[in-house]
T-cell receptor, first 115, second 112 residues
Framework: EPEVTQTPSHQVTQMGQEVILRCVPI?????FYWYRQILGQKVEFLVS????????KSEIFDDQFSVERPDGSNFTLKIRSTKLEDSAMYFC?????????????FGPGTRLTVL | ELKVEQNPLFLSMQEGKNYTIYCNYS?????LYWYRQDPGKSLESLFV?????AVKQEGRLMASLDTKARLSTLHITAAVHDLSATYFC????????????FGTGTRLQVTL
């Protein structure tokens, strides 16, 4: 069964360093998303991406964040200068369509720890 | 701003009992999803509810949606230990590409 994959599963970095989180969405999906979940809290939307551009982003997704689809399969989230409060689980999701039956399928997550 | 609230936040129940988790949301939407999350794991899709009055059942779980009341329920029948997890509802707001606004989560603990 097709699934969303993410690498790495755990990333430890020093404050101020750049990190890139990688995702491979389900192959025929067109819509891509990043969410994050701070430990013990709810899941928060970061950004949605369609047709090689950002569709929508939240207030959390400031200038330190960027997303890219560098090739036909990968979808990346870059944090330019990490802060302590960026420590969280980051989930990638993809869907075949938007809204309606556009069920989002989530990857296993990358746990980011900023020291 | 869309707000999605769940209650209870924590539920401890004995095996064999029934209970309902409630999900209220603040803005009109007719698309609601339920997810299950085990500790340290990802989100597993349970139900997709796409219209007013939608009811879906899978095993001991049944979800319903009342868009007029802006309320969804997740009913657990005869709980078993394997259902212990955190359950999130998520509301889908219409847009170019849907974003999900998640509820606060309900941590369910089923005791023997």
């Amino acid at each position: 069964e097709p699934e969303v994959t993410q690498t790495p599963s755990h990333q430890v970095t020093q404050m101020g360093q750049e990190v890139i989180l990688r995702c491979v969405p389900i192959s025929n999906h067109l819509y891509f998303y990043w969410y994050r979940q701070i430990l013990g809290q709810k899941v928060e939307f970061l950004v949605s991406f369609y047709n090689n551009e950002i569709s929508e982003k939240s207030e959390i997704f400031d200038d330190q964040f960027s997303v890219e689809r560098p090739d036909g399969s990968n979808f990346t989230l870059k944090i330019r200068s990490t802060k302590l409060e960026d420590s969280a689980m980051y989930f990638c999701a993809s869907s075949a369509t938007s809204g309606g039956a556009g069920e989002q399928f989530f990857g296993p997550g990358t746990r980011l720890t900023v020291l | 701003e869309l707000k999605v609230e769940q209650n209870p936040l924590f539920l401890s129940m004995q095996e064999g009992k029934n209970y309902t988790i409630y999900c209220n949301y603040s803005t009109t939407s007719d698309r609601l999803y339920w997810y299950r999350q085990d500790p340290g794991k990802s989100l597993e899709s349970l139900f997709v509810l796409l219209s007013n009055g939608a009811v879906k059942q899978e095993g001991r779980l049944m979800a319903s949606l009342d868009t007029k009341a802006r309320l969804s329920t997740l009913h657990i029948t005869a709980a078993v230990h394997d259902l212990s997890a955190t359950y999130f509802c998520a509301v889908d707001m219409a847009g170019t590409a849907s974003k999900l606004t998640f509820g606060t989560g309900t941590r369910l603990q089923v005791t023997l």
